[in-house]
C-alpha cells in the first residue's frame, strides 16, 4: 500500500506537469478552446496536489516551529518571530493547496453526483483551516480565493476564529452524510487512504472530535463528545491512521523535511534537538531513543582546547541544566553512576554523541553541523542510531512520514476527556490505564514500522546493548509500558492524571508538534519543560500574520502574537512564562 502511495504520487505529479505542458492534438479544430489552459483542473488532480503540498507544509515549518515551542527542538524555541517570518508559507498555502482544495470543492459541488470526492473535500478543508486557526487565529476563510470571480475580491476580510471553526464542525458533519451515499465515482489521487470511505468517515468523525476537545474550555462540548464515543466509529486501529508517506525520489526532492535538511546533501543542515527530550529517554531507557535520534560522533571534545571550547553545547553561559552530557557529573551520574571522569571509554563515545541545546541557548552557532545529533529513522526515514556517523549523503531508507491524525492520538484525546469531562470511554478500554496502555502500544508498534525500514534492526530490544557495543541499556517496550502503567496515578487528582498522560502524549506524539503545541495551549501541560534560557519574546499564543498581508490587505489585523490578548478564541490559559 506504501509503495502504492509513492507511485501514486509521482504518477499524479507528473499529469500535472502534463497539464501544463501538454502538446495540442491536430484533431482538435475549436479554435475557441484552448487545450494547453483548461478552465477547470480535473479534481482527482486536485486532490494529489492538495495532500502532497499541505503534508509537506505541516510537517515542514509548522511542525519544525511547533516542536521548538515544546523544547523538543530549537526552532523558534525563543520565540522571537518578526512578521516576515511568515510571508513564504502563509503566501504558499493560499496561493497554492489551499486554493486547490476550495477548487476541489467547488468542482464536485458542481458535478452534483460526487459526494466522495466532496466529503473527502469537506475533511480536508475542515482540518487544514481548523488548523490555520490554530495558528493564526482570524484568517481569511469565507472571501479567500476570491481574486478569479467576476467581481474579484483583492482584500478579503479576515473571519472570527471562532466562527471558521464552527463551520469546519459543520463540514464534518457534512462529509460524514456524504460518505453515506452511494456514488459511481471512483476515487483516484487520494494518497492517503487509497479511495477507502470507510477510513475517511472514522477520520471525519475523529477529527470531530479533535475539534470539539480543542473547544471544551469555552463551550459545553461533553455531551457532543460522549455521543462521539458512544457512536464508535473512530480512528482506534493503526490501520486507519491518516498519515502522509513522503515520496522517496530525489528529483525534485519531495523527502520529508527533517530528512531533507540531515541527510540530503554532503553535510547535515538539521538545527538541534532539545536536550531535556533527548536526556529524560536516555534516563528511563526509552527504547525509541535510536529510532528517534542518530548520533553523528563519538569524539569528545577537549574544553582546554579554545576551538573544541566554542563548540561545547552552552560553553558561552553558565545557567544551562544539561550542556555537554559527556562532562555533565549530574548526567553522567544518573545514566552510568560516575563522575565523568570515570567514565569508561565507550561510556564516553555514546554521550559524546548526544549533542543538541538546552533550551532557549543564545550562544552563537558554532561549525558543529557534522557532530549534532540529528533526526534518526523515524519519523524521517533516516539512520537508526546503531553506531555513530556523519549524516548527508542520502543515507537511511528516506521512508519518512507525517502523522496527522493517528490511533494513540485519539487515545490521549479520549483520555483527556474521560480525565476532564468525565466522558465514559468503557465502549473503548476498561479504565484510563488499560486505554493509555493502548495508545502506547500503537505509538511504539508504529515507530518500530517505519523505523525498521531499510534498517538491520536487532528485534529484542534487550540485546542490544550487546549488538551494538552501547554502554545504555534499553527496555523492551513492553517493560517500558509495563513500567509507565504502574505509575499511573489512578486515585490522583484530575490534573495529576491529566499531567501524566500528556507527559507521555509529548514523547509519543513527536514528529507531529502541532499536537503537542496545541494541547499545551489548552492545558499547560507538561509544566516540568525547561524553563527557556533567555526570552526575547513571551511564549508564542499564536503566528504573527505575514508582512505581505499587512502591506497589501487593509483588512488584516494587527497583533502582537505573544500577548494575552492575541491568542486564539479557545486558549483560555494563555501561557505566559
Known amino acids: 500500500m506504501k509503495?502504492?502511495?509513492?507511485?501514486?504520487?509521482?504518477?499524479?505529479?507528473?499529469?500535472?506537469?502534463?497539464?501544463?505542458?501538454?502538446?495540442?492534438?491536430?484533431?482538435?479544430?475549436?479554435?475557441?478552446?484552448?487545450?494547453?489552459?483548461?478552465?477547470?483542473?480535473?479534481?482527482?488532480?486536485?486532490?494529489?496536489?492538495?495532500?502532497?503540498?499541505?503534508?509537506?507544509?505541516?510537517?515542514?515549518?509548522f511542525n519544525g516551529a511547533s516542536t521548538g515551542f515544546m523544547?523538543?527542538?530549537?526552532?523558534?524555541?525563543?520565540?522571537?518571530?518578526?512578521?516576515?517570518?511568515?510571508?513564504?508559507?502563509?503566501?504558499?498555502?493560499?496561493?497554492?493547496?489551499?486554493k486547490d482544495l476550495n477548487e476541489l470543492v467547488l468542482a464536485a459541488e458542481a458535478q452534483g453526483n460526487n459526494p466522495r470526492y466532496l466529503g473527502i473535500g469537506q475533511v480536508l478543508k475542515a482540518y487544514y483551516f481548523s488548523t490555520m486557526v490554530d495558528f493564526f487565529g482570524d484568517v481569511p476563510y469565507t472571501e479567500a480565493f476570491q481574486g478569479d470571480a467576476d467581481s474579484p475580491i483583492k482584500e478579503p476580510a479576515y473571519d472570527d476564529d471562532a466562527a471558521v471553526y464552527a463551520d469546519?464542525?459543520?463540514?464534518?458533519?457534512?462529509?460524514?452524510a456524504n460518505f453515506a451515499l452511494t456514488s459511481t465515482v471512483a476515487v483516484r489521487g487520494d494518497l492517503i487512504y487509497n479511495g477507502n470511505m470507510t477510513r475517511w468517515r472514522k477520520l471525519a468523525k475523529t477529527m470531530k472530535l479533535r475539534l470539539l476537545l480543542q473547544t471544551r474550555n469555552v463551550s459545553d462540548v461533553a455531551g457532543q463528545i460522549q455521543a462521539l464515543v458512544t457512536e464508535g466509529d473512530l480512528i482506534t486501529s493503526s490501520a486507519d491512521d491518516f498519515q502522509y508517506e513522503f515520496p522517496t525520489a530525489v528529483t525534485p526532492d519531495f523527502r520529508h523535511p527533517w530528512y531533507q535538511a540531515a541527510y540530503a546533501g554532503g553535510e547535515a543542515g538539521f538545527s538541534y534537538f532539545g536536550h531535556q527530550f533527548m536526556y529524560e529517554m536516555l534516563l528511563n531507557g526509552d527504547p525509541r531513543f535510536p529510532f528517534y535520534f542518530h548520533r553523528q560522533t563519538s569524539n569528545v571534545l577537549n574544553p582546554d582546547d579554545p576551538t573544541d571550547k566554542q563548540t561545547i553545547p552552552c560553553s558561552q553561559r553558565t545557567d544551562c541544566t544539561y550542556g555537554y552530557f559527556v562532562l555533565n557529573p549530574n548526567i553522567t551520574n544518573a545514566l552510568f553512576g560516575s563522575d565523568p571522569d570515570g567514565l569508561s571509554s565507550s561510556e564516553e563515545a555514546y554521550l559524546a554523541g548526544i549533542f543538541g541545546r538546552d533550551r532557549a541557548d543564545p550562544s552563537g552557532i558554532p561549525n558543529d553541523n557534522p557532530i549534532r545529533t540529528i533526526p534518526?529513522?523515524?519519523?524521517?526515514?533516516?539512520?537508526?542510531?546503531?553506531?555513530?556517523?556523519?549524516?548527508?549523503?542520502?543515507?537511511?531508507?528516506?521512508?519518512?512520514?507525517?502523522p496527522m491524525l493517528t490511533s494513540w492520538m485519539t487515545k490521549f484525546y479520549l483520555l483527556e476527556a474521560s480525565i476532564t469531562l468525565g466522558t465514559d470511554i468503557s465502549k473503548v478500554a476498561a479504565s484510563e490505564s488499560a486505554l493509555l496502555n493502548s495508545a502506547l502500544t500503537d505509538q511504539m508498534n508504529k515507530v518500530w514500522d517505519f523505523g525498521s525500514r531499510g534498517q538491520t534492526v536487532a528485534a529484542d530490544e534487550s540485546t542490544?546493548?550487546?549488538?551494538?557495543?552501547?554502554?545504555?541499556?534499553?527496555?523492551?517496550?513492553?517493560?517500558?509500558r509495563a513500567e509507565?502503567?504502574?505509575?499511573?496515578?489512578?486515585g490522583g487528582t484530575p490534573n495529576a492524571r491529566l499531567a501524566y498522560v500528556l507527559k507521555q502524549a509529548w514523547f509519543a506524539n513527536f514528529g507531529n508538534g502541532i499536537e503537542q503545541y496545541n494541547a499545551f495551549r489548552r492545558t499547560g501541560l507538561p509544566a516540568d519543560i525547561q524553563?527557556?534560557?533567555?526570552?526575547?519574546?513571551?511564549?508564542?499564543?499564536?503566528?504573527?500574520?505575514?508582512?505581505?498581508e499587512l502591506n497589501l490587505n487593509s483588512k488584516t489585523p494587527v497583533i502582537i502574537y505573544d500577548n494575552p490578548s492575541a491568542a486564539v478564541f479557545w486558549d483560555t490559559l494563555k501561557f505566559q512564562f
Open 3 to 61: 509503495k502504492l502511495h509513492r507511485k501514486a504520487l509521482a504518477a499524479f505529479m507528473s499529469l500535472i506537469l502534463l497539464f501544463s505542458v501538454s502538446s495540442c492534438d491536430i484533431f482538435d479544430l475549436d479554435v475557441n478552446t484552448d487545450p494547453n489552459n483548461p478552465s477547470q483542473a480535473a479534481v482527482d488532480l486536485l486532490l494529489a496536489n492538495v495532500l502532497s503540498n499541505m503534508s509537506s507544509s505541516l510537517a515542514g515549518g
Open 71 to 98: 523544547a523538543q527542538t530549537t526552532a523558534n524555541d525563543d520565540f522571537n518571530f518578526s512578521n516576515a517570518s511568515w510571508n513564504g508559507t502563509w503566501n504558499f498555502l493560499y496561493s497554492g493547496p489551499l
Open 168 to 176: 469546519c464542525l459543520s463540514l464534518l458533519d457534512k462529509a460524514i
Open 376 to 402: 534518526g529513522s523515524y519519523p524521517s526515514g533516516g539512520v537508526f542510531d546503531a553506531t555513530a556517523g556523519s549524516g548527508g549523503g542520502n543515507k537511511g531508507s528516506s521512508v519518512g512520514y507525517f
Open 464 to 480: 542490544w546493548g550487546t549488538a551494538y557495543s552501547w554502554p545504555i541499556t534499553f527496555k523492551t517496550r513492553a517493560a517500558l
Open 484 to 490: 509507565v502503567i504502574a505509575a499511573y496515578p489512578t
Open 531 to 548: 524553563t527557556p534560557l533567555q526570552l526575547p519574546r513571551q511564549f508564542a499564543l499564536r503566528f504573527p500574520y505575514a508582512q505581505d
